[in-house]
């Protein structure tokens, strides 16, 4: 079995088990107890309690159209894996056989939060994602890039909450807004551990291709650097950049495809300021 073989059976077992630790979080814990934790899966759990349509089935109705417009941009392959991840979370929501587990709702948030992170987190590890708010304010950023994608994510997320204080009781959206954050932190955890940003060093001999792939798929600045190997006395130029939570994986898949013999550092970045995170005066990026 080559190493791509390899890399790829062990996204696809990130993604799976990522997916039943979603699925179980949100079955057994969130949504038998109304807590609606934000993005998409949240305003479907709104329109099953307003209208009786099914939370994973809401869910998949928001997500195609944005999958459809953004596919190119994905790429295919990592687009249809997103797809195919945000499609198997909907079923599973909708038909896994399973019920809550409590009634008590500090541990439905909490531990139904913590399901929640690890799988999201998992499936972001196995270069996938569900879709959801993160990928709406990626594309509204586009087309008005005065609109922050952190801004836009809490935006949108908040609106859940909020609305969940109409939909079920002020008392629920306290408990969701709880479960937001400590989803967020373990997704956060899963990933990078306590850090949202990395910077990154890549020392490579085709640094150039490299370069231009990180500009072109992930549209993130790359700087380079000056720099000479004091064995071999070779000059050579050193990569440096920073991707957030969500792009590690992918910087990674796009350093090994150009050059799998390629130098990276991983450096955590506990505060970044600049284009795309947070600007100096402190906003979200």
């Known amino acids: 079995m080559n190493a791509q073989t390899k890399e790829s059976l062990k996204n696809?077992?990130?993604?799976i088990i990522g997916l039943f630790s979603c699925s179980l979080g949100y079955c057994m814990f969130l949504v038998p107890n109304e807590i609606a934790p934000g993005g998409?899966?949240?305003?479907?759990?709104l329109c099953n309690a307003l209208f009786g349509i099914n939370v994973g089935t809401m869910a998949l109705i928001l997500n195609v159209p944005l999958f459809a417009v953004?596919?190119?941009?994905?790429?295919?392959?990592?687009?249809?894996?997103?797809?195919?991840?945000?499609?198997?979370l909907s079923l599973l929501i909708d038909y896994l056989p399973i019920g809550a587990v409590t009634d008590d709702l500090l541990l439905a948030t909490v531990f139904g939060a913590?399901?929640?992170?690890?799988?999201?987190?998992?499936?972001?590890?196995?270069?996938?994602?569900?879709?959801?708010?993160?990928?709406?304010?990626?594309?509204?950023?586009t087309r008005v890039p005065t609109l922050r994608v952190g801004?836009?994510?809490?935006?949108?997320?908040?609106?859940?909450?909020?609305?969940?204080?109409?939909?079920?009781?002020?008392?629920m959206a306290m408990y969701a807004l709880i479960s937001v954050f400590i989803m967020?932190?373990?997704?956060?955890?899963?990933?990078?551990?306590?850090?949202r940003?990395?910077?990154?060093?890549?020392?490579?001999?085709?640094?150039?291709?490299?370069?231009?792939?990180?500009?072109?798929?992930?549209?993130?600045?790359?700087?380079g650097l000056?720099?000479?190997?004091?064995?071999?006395?070779?000059?050579?130029?050193?990569?440096?950049?920073?991707?957030?939570?969500f792009e590690v994986i992918r910087l990674r898949r796009i350093v090994s495809s150009c050059d799998p013999q390629a130098f990276m550092i991983a450096i955590n970045a506990h505060e970044v300021l600049g284009e795309g995170f947070k600007d100096i005066s402190g906003k979200q990026g």
């Open 40 to 45: 998409f899966t949240g305003i479907g759990q």
């Open 151 to 171: 801004v836009l994510i809490t935006m949108v997320d908040g609106l859940v909450v909020v609305a969940s204080a109409f939909v079920f009781s002020p008392k």
């Open 226 to 245: 000056y720099g000479r190997g004091r064995y071999s006395g070779q000059e050579t130029e050193v990569l440096l950049c920073v991707v957030s939570r």
């Open 12 to 15: 696809a077992a990130y993604i």
């Open 197 to 223: 940003s990395t910077a990154y060093l890549i020392v490579s001999q085709k640094s150039d291709e490299i370069a231009a792939q990180v500009l072109g798929q992930l549209e993130r600045g790359v700087t």
């Open 114 to 141: 913590l399901l929640g992170g690890i799988g999201f987190g998992l499936i972001l590890r196995g270069n996938a994602t569900t879709g959801g708010t993160d990928m709406l304010a990626s594309l509204i950023h």
């Open 184 to 195: 967020n932190y373990t997704l956060d955890y899963v990933l990078d551990g306590m850090n």
């Open 70 to 88: 953004s596919m190119r941009s994905m790429g295919i392959k990592f687009g249809v894996k997103s797809l195919a991840a945000s499609i198997g």
